[in-house]
């Protein structure tokens, strides 16, 4: 996580910065407004891209390119896992194997929420979207307990909530490197 930008923090006095939320490189709210027309081809060219995606991610050669990408992807944005966890090789790559398939399963299941006409879910959809997100979330706390065990399942989620401090430590090294 060395090379990767602190997160985006909005700037007194700044409504641009204040106001702009980027989600998979688009922004979803901000000072700019967008034409109908142009919310509409932003929409269309999302959901074109995520069926793309799903239909992929049926070929089994490409799942495997797929996982084997997340994994790396994993090793690289988390160098001293091992070492910080004390874990043995098989315990990181079994955890690596859960992370990257749960990867894949958000890749394959996750649809927009909004229709196509840029209308809202109404609440019975929103309420169906969070259940079933909470529904994922404990099947995939399930799946890292049941890989781990309890004792590094309780490590990995501090590990995790520590996130942020040791990517700004690793700043901090850097910047007086």
């Known amino acids: 996580r060395k090379n990767e930008p602190p997160p985006s923090k909005a700037v007194a006095g700044n409504s641009a910065a204040a106001g702009n939320a980027i989600v998979g490189g688009f922004t979803t709210a901000g000072p700019i407004p967008m034409s109908a027309h142009d919310q509409?081809?932003?929409?269309?060219?999302?959901?074109?891209?995520?069926?793309?995606?799903?239909?992929?991610?049926?070929?089994p050669e490409y799942r495997e390119a797929m996982r084997a990408q997340q994994k790396m992807n994993l090793v690289r944005s988390n160098p001293n896992l091992a070492r910080d966890l004390d874990m043995t090789a098989e315990q990181l790559d079994r955890l690596y194997d859960v992370l990257a398939?749960?990867?894949?399963?958000?890749?394959?299941?996750?649809?927009?929420m909004w229709s196509m006409d840029g209308e809202r879910p109404d609440a019975a959809k929103i309420q169906e979207f969070q259940r079933k997100a909470m529904e994922q979330q404990r099947t995939n706390e399930t799946e890292l307990r049941r890989a781990l065990g309890d004792g590094k399942y309780r490590e990995w989620q501090e590990y995790q909530s520590m996130a942020g401090v040791r990517w700004e430590a690793d700043r901090v090294r850097a910047s007086l490197a």
């Open 40 to 59: 509409e081809r932003v929409r269309e060219q999302m959901q074109a891209s995520m069926e793309r995606q799903r239909t992929l991610m049926r070929d």
């Open 101 to 112: 398939e749960q990867s894949l399963r958000a890749m394959e299941n996750n649809g927009p």
